[in-house]
């Protein structure tokens, strides 16, 4: 199993970013697939979360109404589109299959 997130970077607060985590490994489209965000010295945090064929979703309150989670099945990738950021989604974000399977991160700065 592997999953290899990418689409993080540095924005301002109010902007958006797309990240994307690649699957491999594994029956992707039989998963129900997730994104946490870390921040350095807090545990993880659950942002989101998408059924196997993409018909439910689930979101923190603190991201609901802004961030989006979506998956294409026939490339294995799950995406977190993120807008209208704020300071405080500065985290390392995650993709994970089930909470066992879990990706390097890509970090995400949200800063002026």
């Known amino acids: 199993v592997q999953l290899v997130e990418s689409g993080g970077g540095l924005v301002q607060p109010g902007g958006s970013l797309r990240l994307s985590c690649a699957a491999s490994g594994f029956a992707f489209s039989n998963y129900v697939m997730s994104w946490y965000r870390q921040v350095p010295g807090k545990g993880r945090e659950l942002v989101a979360t998408?059924?196997?064929?993409?018909?439910?979703?689930n979101y923190a309150d603190s991201v609901k109404g802004r961030f989006t989670i979506s998956r294409d099945n026939a490339k294995n990738t799950v995406y977190l589109q993120m807008n209208s950021l704020k300071p405080e989604d500065t985290a390392v974000y995650y993709c994970?299959?089930?909470?066992?399977?879990w990706g390097q991160g890509t970090r995400v700065t949200v800063s002026s």
């Open positions: 994970t299959r089930r909470g066992i399977f």
């Open positions: 998408i059924t196997s064929a993409g018909d439910s979703t």
